[in-house]
Nanobody, 126 residues
Framework: VQLQASGGGLVQAGGSLRLSCAAS????????MAWFRQAPGKEREWIAG????????HYGDSVKGRFTISRDNAKNTVYLQMNSLKPEDTGVYYC????????????????????WGQGTQVTVSS
């Protein structure tokens, strides 16, 4: 599957952005989807994940209550609504897809994902 992330940009602290990740190449609903981010000089950080059906969502502690992940399987797209943005949210945001079973899958582990988008830059100014 090919993933194309978009929607990043420059926003002031307290503002909002909505990221999109469009998938192509295989049945989108086969995949668990997630968002990661990477700030300069830091390791890639898991942000949020969503089950194939969209009924189950999971968040990292740093974004819980501010970010919302959702998906539209009819449009082959996963979204990340980001509210109350902070300067520390700055980074390159990546979407990722996995078909792995729960036996060898961890939402927060980058190694659990088989496909990655190219990333979209989010910059939050103070």
């Amino acid at each position: 599957v090919q993933l194309q992330a978009s929607g990043g940009g420059l926003v002031q602290a307290g503002g909002s952005l909505r990221l999109s990740c469009a998938a192509s190449g295989r049945t989108f609903s086969d995949y668990k989807m997630a968002w990661f981010r990477q700030a300069p000089g830091k390791e890639r950080e898991w942000i949020a994940g969503i089950s194939w059906s969209g009924t189950s969502t999971h968040y990292g502690d740093s974004v819980k209550g501010r970010f919302t992940i959702s998906r539209d399987n009819a449009k082959n797209t996963v979204y990340l609504q980001m509210n109350s943005l902070k300067p520390e949210d700055t980074g390159v945001y990546y979407c990722a897809a996995s078909t792995r079973t729960l036996y060898n899958f961890r939402w927060y582990a980058a190694s659990s994902y088989d496909y990655w988008g190219q990333g979209t830059q989010v910059t939050v100014s103070s």
